[in-house]
C-alpha cells in the first residue's frame, strides 16, 4: 500500500516506488527479521520478565488470592490464574506504566514549561510514544521494561513535541537542554527494542 496526495497523478507516484524499490525490500526484510527474533513468552515458572531494566523471576505460587505480587526480588503469579497470564501481566505492567510515565511527564511539564492536555498509555508496538495535535501524549506500556532513564528521555521526547512538531536541530536542543544523555538512552531503545516488545 503507498499513500499518496490524491492530485498526484499515478505514473509518478508509480515512478517513485520504482526508484526506491531496493529500499523497499531491504526494509520489509528487517521487519520480517525483526518480527521472527521476538522471543516469544510463554508465562512459565523460573521465567524471567523485564521491569524497569531488570529481569525479575517469574515464580509461581498458590493461595496468594490476587495475581500477580512484585515484592521487588520477584513477581509472584498465582498459578490459580495460569490461563490468562498474559493478560494479567499486560494489566499489570499498564497500571504500573501509567504511575512511572505519569510521574516523569509532570516533572519535565514544570521544568520545561510545556503543559500537556492530558496523558494515555497505549498497547502501541511500533512507536514508544507520540504527541498529539490537542497536547495529548500518549505512551506505549512497554516502555516500563526499559531502564528509568530510558523512559525519561521518551517522555522528554514528547513533551518537546508540544511546543517543536518537528526532529529539527531547534527540537534536539531543546531535548538536550532538559536530558542531556538522551542519545545514549536512544540507542538503547534501538537496540533492546525486540525484548520490550516481545509481549
Not at 490461563?83 to 494489566?91: D, G, L, M, R, Y
Not at 504511575?99 to 520545561?112: N, P, T, V
Request: with cysteine.
Amino acid at each position: 500500500m503507498v499513500r499518496a496526495p490524491d492530485c498526484l497523478p499515478f505514473e509518478i507516484i508509480q515512478q517513485m516506488v520504482l526508484s526506491r524499490q531496493a529500499w523497499i525490500v531491504r526494509k520489509q526484510n528487517q521487519a520480517r527479521d525483526t518480527k521472527q527474533r521476538i522471543p516469544k513468552r510463554e508465562y512459565t515458572d523460573g521465567e524471567y520478565l523485564y521491569y524497569l531494566g531488570v529481569p525479575y523471576r517469574l515464580t509461581f505460587v498458590e493461595g496468594q488470592g490476587t495475581p500477580i505480587i512484585f515484592d521487588g526480588k520477584e513477581f509472584l503469579f498465582d498459578v490459580a490464574y495460569a490461563n490468562s497470564a498474559k493478560e494479567k501481566f499486560v494489566s499489570w505492567y499498564r497500571d504500573a506504566a501509567r504511575l512511572e510515565i505519569e510521574f516523569r511527564a509532570e516533572k519535565y511539564s514544570g521544568l520545561s514549561g510545556l503543559k500537556y492536555h492530558q496523558l494515555q498509555i497505549t498497547n502501541a508496538q511500533k512507536r514508544w510514544g507520540s504527541c498529539g495535535a490537542n497536547g495529548t501524549l500518549n505512551f506505549s506500556w512497554h516502555l516500563i521494561m526499559a531502564p528509568s532513564e530510558v523512559i525519561d528521555y521518551v517522555v522528554v521526547h514528547e513533551i518537546v513535541h508540544l511546543e517543536i512538531k518537528n526532529h529539527s536541530k531547534r527540537f534536539w536542543k531543546k531535548v538536550i537542554s532538559l536530558y542531556p544523555q538522551y542519545y545514549e538512552c536512544r540507542r538503547w531503545l534501538r537496540q533492546n527494542e525486540i525484548q520490550l516488545m516481545s509481549f
